[in-house]
């Protein structure tokens, strides 16, 4: 019985979805105007994984996550780099793509755009405006009136007090109250036209929190199972969705708030300003995708996930632990037997809100299991249940000789070259050469293994 923590009742629950056997999720996606960085593949991977889960639980699941592909950041990096928005945006959602791909993460079923659903938009606007939320501020922008709706706050724990005491008054005079925020921001002289659309409040264009309450509704409808996105979009964005959501269309939002834990480095959170922030491009130069995709899972969701090279390089052993279990042993092709002791753990473990840590450690004893029998249908069980999780689909050898980020200065074609040099050695009974450059090798951290008939294989320690 599959448990989810929900944010906004601070516990975990049991969950029931709205229609049995089928799951509406959304997940609030990126603003693409740049490349995608470490937080940014942190839940690209944990709502993969989710959605894996939910399919392999037997359910339905419709996955929906968005792309912002207009903003103030967005706009402005155009200009700078002066481009149109879109050949902007086009570009960095082809990067995410790829970034995506190399991580294992599978496609949403849905991926709307925000520039696609301005229409959508305009329609919640006037439900908030006719439902007494929404009102035309002194400069012409429209603003939810966060006072009028009763609840504000819930999901992050705030209440309008301590907000309000929090905010200068002088922020922005032209609203009704410094907590009101913005749903549709009227047009700048200085803005392009490809950042405007006509409205019944003027030419403009919507504001970023409205994108998710009209893409949710138009795709999952006005009340749907799951939400989810990074634990700093919590407030304020979440907690205006619902407010916008719930205002327009009189009906519960959403039934369960998930929400994935900080990326730190180093112990410090990540951020530009402290020179720490690195993107999935950078971090895929230095390390095998899969080796990120397994260190992020090793995390539990909710929790801080610290990103070190000692960290990477651990996931990146851990995982050639599993690799090496079924390098010498033919996986049998199977369903996953939930009987088994190890896959009935597995499951327990993902039934307590995605505990991959836990399940993980079914999968290391499953593979303990590999190398002691030398099974067939354990290896193929631990490769089943390892693919729930988007891992170990590929050849082990190949893994074992490609995986980058390894010490060592040797890339394939040179070790080959190496092993033909030692072989040569050693025909010509120059073994004391035939010695120096195994210790070569190993030295940069490739280990070769002599098979039967003279054949020599190697891979990375």
Same mark, same amino acid.
């Given at each position: 019985?599959?448990?989810?923590?929900?944010?906004?009742?601070?516990?975990?629950?049991?969950?029931?979805?709205?229609?049995?056997?089928?799951?509406?999720?959304?997940? /609030?996606?990126?603003?693409?105007?740049?490349? /995608?960085?470490?937080?940014?593949?942190?839940?690209?991977?944990?709502?993969?994984?989710?959605?894996?889960?939910?399919?392999?639980?037997?359910?339905?699941?419709?996955?929906?996550?968005? =792309?912002?592909? =207009?903003?103030?950041?967005?706009?402005?990096?155009?200009?700078?780099?002066?481009?149109?928005?879109?050949?902007?945006?086009?570009?960095?959602?082809?990067?995410?793509?790829?970034?995506?791909?190399?991580?294992?993460?599978?496609?949403?079923?849905?991926?709307?755009?925000?520039?696609?659903?301005?229409?959508?938009?305009?329609?919640?606007?006037?439900?908030?405006?006719?439902?007494?939320?929404?009102?035309?501020?002194?400069?012409?922008?429209?603003?939810?009136?966060?006072?009028?709706?009763?609840?504000?706050?819930?999901?992050?724990? #705030?209440?309008?007090?301590?907000?309000?005491?929090?905010?200068?008054?002088?922020?922005?005079?032209?609203?009704?109250?410094?907590?009101?925020?913005?749903?549709?921001?009227?047009?700048?002289?200085?803005?392009?036209?490809?950042?405007?659309?006509?409205?019944?409040?003027?030419?403009?264009?919507?504001?970023?929190?409205?994108? /998710?309450?009209?893409?949710?509704?138009?795709?999952?409808?006005?009340?749907?199972? =799951?939400?989810?996105?990074?634990?700093?979009?919590?407030?304020?964005?979440?907690?205006?969705?619902?407010?916008?959501?719930?205002?327009?269309?009189?009906? /519960?939002?959403?039934?369960?708030?998930?929400?994935?834990?900080?990326?730190?480095?180093?112990?410090?959170?990540?951020?530009?300003?402290?020179?720490?922030?690195?993107?999935?491009?950078?971090?895929?130069?230095?390390?095998?995708?899969?080796?990120?995709?397994?260190?992020?899972?090793?995390?539990?969701?909710?929790?801080?996930?610290?990103?070190?090279?000692?960290?990477?390089?651990?996931?990146?052993?851990?995982?050639?632990?599993?690799?090496?279990?079924? #390098?010498?042993?033919?996986?049998?092709?199977?369903?996953?037997?939930?009987?088994?002791?190890?896959?009935?753990?597995?499951?327990?473990?993902?039934?307590?809100?995605?505990?991959?840590?836990?399940?993980?450690?079914?999968?290391?004893?499953?593979?303990?299991?590999?190398?002691?029998?030398?099974?067939?249908?354990?290896?193929?069980?631990?490769?089943?249940?390892?693919?729930?999780?988007?891992?170990?689909?590929?050849?082990?050898?190949?893994?074992?000789?490609?995986?980058?980020?390894?010490?060592?200065?040797?890339?394939?074609?040179?070790?080959?070259?190496?092993?033909?040099?030692?072989?040569?050695?050693?025909?010509? #009974?120059?073994?004391?050469?035939?010695?120096? =450059?195994?210790?070569?090798?190993?030295?940069?951290?490739?280990?070769?293994?002599?098979?039967?008939?003279?054949?020599?294989?190697?891979?990375?320690?």
């Amino acid at each position: 019985m599959l448990k989810i923590y929900n944010t906004l009742l601070r516990g975990k629950q049991v969950f029931a979805p709205i229609e049995p056997g089928l799951v509406r999720m959304y997940v /609030c996606g990126m603003t693409v105007y740049d490349y /995608c960085h470490l937080g940014h593949a942190r839940v690209l991977v944990v709502f993969d994984l989710v959605a894996r889960w939910l399919r392999a639980s037997g359910y339905k699941v419709v996955y929906v996550r968005n =792309i912002t592909d =207009i903003d103030d950041k967005i706009i402005r990096r155009a200009q700078e780099n002066g481009e149109s928005i879109q050949a902007l945006t086009d570009r960095y959602i082809a990067f995410m793509h790829e970034d995506a791909a190399a991580l294992g993460v599978q496609k949403p079923d849905h991926e709307p755009r925000a520039t696609q659903y301005v229409a959508a938009m305009q329609r919640l606007i006037g439900a908030l405006e006719k439902n007494g939320y929404a009102y035309v501020a002194a400069n012409r922008d429209v603003c939810y009136s966060v006072r009028k709706f009763e609840g504000y706050g819930r999901l992050s724990g #705030k209440s309008l007090e301590d907000l309000r005491a929090g905010e200068r008054v002088d922020v922005m005079q032209d609203k009704h109250d410094p907590l009101d925020f913005v749903l549709w921001k009227h047009a700048k002289a200085d803005e392009p036209d490809e950042a405007k659309w006509a409205s019944p409040w003027g030419s403009g264009r919507p504001g970023w929190h409205i994108e /998710c309450s009209a893409m949710s509704s138009e795709l999952l409808g006005p009340h749907f199972d =799951i939400h989810g996105g990074g634990q700093d979009l919590q407030f304020p964005h979440h907690e205006n969705e619902i407010a916008q959501s719930e205002g327009a269309h009189g009906c /519960c939002f959403v039934n369960y708030w998930m929400h994935n834990g900080f990326v730190r480095v180093d112990d410090e959170k990540m951020s530009k300003s402290l020179g720490n922030f690195f993107t999935i491009r950078e971090v895929l130069k230095k390390y095998d995708a899969e080796v990120v995709r397994f260190f992020i899972l090793r995390a539990h969701y909710r929790s801080p996930l610290n990103y070190s090279d000692v960290h990477l390089d651990d996931a990146r052993t851990a995982l050639m632990r599993f690799y090496t279990a079924l #390098k010498n042993v033919v996986p049998t092709s199977a369903d996953i037997d939930w009987g088994l002791p190890q896959a009935a753990k597995f499951r327990e473990a993902m039934d307590d809100d995605f505990n991959t840590p836990e399940a993980i450690a079914a999968l290391f004893e499953l593979a303990n299991e590999v190398n002691r029998t030398q099974s067939a249908s354990a290896a193929g069980q631990l490769k089943a249940l390892a693919g729930v999780l988007g891992l170990l689909q590929r050849d082990p050898v190949v893994f074992l000789q490609a995986v980058p980020g390894t010490t060592g200065e040797f890339d394939p074609a040179m070790i080959e070259a190496r092993i033909l040099a030692r072989s040569t050695a050693k025909k010509l #009974k120059d073994f004391a050469e035939a010695d120096r =450059i195994r210790a070569e090798l190993l030295a940069g951290g490739i280990v070769l293994e002599d098979k039967p008939g003279g054949a020599t294989e190697w891979r990375r320690a």
